[in-house]
T-cell receptor
Framework: QKEVEQDPGPLSVPEGAIVSLNCTYSNSAFQYFMWYRQYSRKGPELLMYTYSSGNKEDGRFTAQVDKSSKYISLFIRDSQPSDSATYLCAMSAIRTSGSRLTFGEGTQLTVNP | DAMVIQNPRYQVTQFGKPVTLSCSQTLNHNVMYWYQQKSSQAPKLLFHYYDKDFNNEADTPDNFQSRRPNTSFCFLDIRSPGLGDAAMYLC???????????FGSGTRLTVV
């Protein structure tokens, strides 16, 4: 079983739709939860960062972490064509030798004008 | 702007011919990572440096080596590239514990 499972998609939505992206994980030691956005042929860029359980909002983006269910989500409100990208969830545990992110396989999102 | 720079963006190498990919950072981050990402797959950690301390992943093939001569630079050496090593190679940095990564734009390696 993979440590991190991500809804594979691909996902295609009309402009303005609310998008929900989800990941589950098995390692209860994970404390830090992130979402990265990766445009085609580019490196991932950090979109949202959450420590432990709870919600975090940044503009049109909301990240939710439910550690009891080992489940994280990213919501995108009023989606735009520029949001079309692959979204990767990532998480890490506390380590002394530098945090080690474990990624989901990504969900490819297309927002149609 | 502070950033992570990878060179080259695209690299074509012959089967079995050694190749080196480079990464530099202006963020002064302690940790530098090398990830391999194949099409539609999650990035896979190959190894990372915490300052000068090298940490290899257990399943990273011996064919892959890395050097970090100073804080700013890190290199990925592939001694004898095979067709299965064709991938995007991503360099990333972080300050350490629980910190988000800053990624470079990646080097896309083609093996012919």
């Amino acid at each position: 079983q993979k440590e991190v499972e991500q809804d594979p998609g691909p996902l295609s939505v009309p402009e303005g739709a609310i998008v929900s992206l989800n990941c589950t994980y098995s390692n209860s030691a994970f404390q830090y939860f992130m979402w990265y956005r990766q445009y085609s042929r580019k490196g991932p860029e950090l979109l949202m960062y959450t420590y432990s359980s709870g919600n975090k909002e940044d503009g049109r983006f909301t990240a939710q972490v439910d550690k009891s269910s080992k489940y994280i989500s990213l919501f995108i409100r009023d989606s735009q064509p520029s949001d079309s990208a692959t979204y990767l969830c990532a998480m890490s545990a506390i380590r002394t030798s530098g945090s080690r992110l474990t990624f989901g396989e990504g969900t490819q999102l297309t927002v149609n004008p | 702007d502070a950033m992570v720079i990878q060179n080259p963006r695209y690299q074509v190498t012959q089967f079995g011919k050694p190749v080196t990919l480079s990464c530099s950072q202006t963020l002064n981050h302690n940790v530098m990572y090398w990830y391999q990402q194949k099409s539609s797959q999650a990035p896979k950690l190959l190894f990372h440096y915490y300052d000068k301390d090298f940490n290899n992943e257990a399943d990273t093939p011996d064919n892959f080596q890395s050097r970090r001569p100073n804080t700013s630079f890190c290199f990925l050496d592939i001694r004898s590239p095979g067709l299965g090593d064709a991938a995007m190679y991503l360099c990333a940095t972080s300050r350490g514990q629980g910190d988000g990564y800053t990624f470079g734009s990646g080097t896309r390696l083609t093996v012919v």
